[in-house]
């Protein structure tokens, strides 16, 4: 059953425009890859799903509701949980305090997030500002989780980290793929730890789909057409 279907968006930052035409859709439990070279869209077309920008046309469906003229508190209650770009923990909150600002009654609570990531347990009453990147990384994730969402939006959620806090994320979000059936959209530019979560791929150029598929489909000349440097 699809859960969010995004048909032929457009968007603009004042003036100039982002996105022309993007198009994609999530099943439910699915996890959808969102690829492109830098500044082609993807964090964009993260913002419009969110309603943190608005569209210019196109449409918007989640569990059937249609998002397109929805202010982003009531979008995050239908059950979109993001996980943003740069991660913007509250720095002056505790750990504690970051998970529980936001919380949801469901399946997803503090003993969950710890079991997740135990790191975040023995940090809980340390303020955000004190946390390594990667301990905010997992902050930002559990907080999402914390909102029970339908869908995890995850948005660059690995750049800039050590590659063994890399894997630690990895790790994560290939357990909830495989224990929670969450539908997932990860943007991220790792084909390699990519292909091994995510079931479909979506390209985005210029600010249009111009690719989607079975994420096993992605050969070496897509993946040179629209991913290469």
Not at 93 to 108: F, I, K, Q, Y
Request: glycine share 8%.
């Amino acid at each position: 059953m699809t859960l969010l279907s995004i048909t032929n968006i457009a968007a603009s930052y004042g003036a100039t425009q982002a996105l022309f035409d993007v198009s994609l859709d999530i099943a439910e439990g699915e996890v959808l890859a969102l690829m492109g070279r830098n500044g082609m869209g993807k964090s964009t077309t993260v913002k419009t799903l969110c309603r943190l920008l608005p569209t210019s046309a196109g449409s918007i469906s989640f569990d059937g509701h249609d998002l397109t003229r929805l202010p982003a508190f009531k979008a995050a209650r239908l059950g979109l949980g993001l996980v943003p770009e740069g991660r913007r923990c509250f720095p002056n909150l505790s750990v504690a305090e970051n998970l529980t600002a936001a919380a949801r009654a469901g399946h997803w609570d503090l003993p969950r997030v710890a079991s997740l990531f135990p790191r975040l347990e023995e940090r809980r009453n340390q303020s955000a500002a004190s946390l390594s990147g990667g301990e905010q990384q997992m902050l930002a994730i559990g907080r999402a989780l914390m909102t029970n969402p339908r869908l995890l939006i995850l948005d660059e959620a690995t750049e800039g980290l050590a590659p063994i806090v890399r894997q630690e994320i990895w790790a994560a979000i290939a357990s909830l793929k495989r224990d929670t059936g969450l539908a997932i959209l990860v943007v991220d530019k790792s084909l390699k730890e990519l292909s091994q979560i995510a079931d479909r791929a979506t390209i985005l150029e210029r600010g249009s789909t111009v690719w989607t598929g079975n994420i096993t489909a992605l050969d070496a000349d897509i993946t040179q057409q629209f991913l290469g440097v």
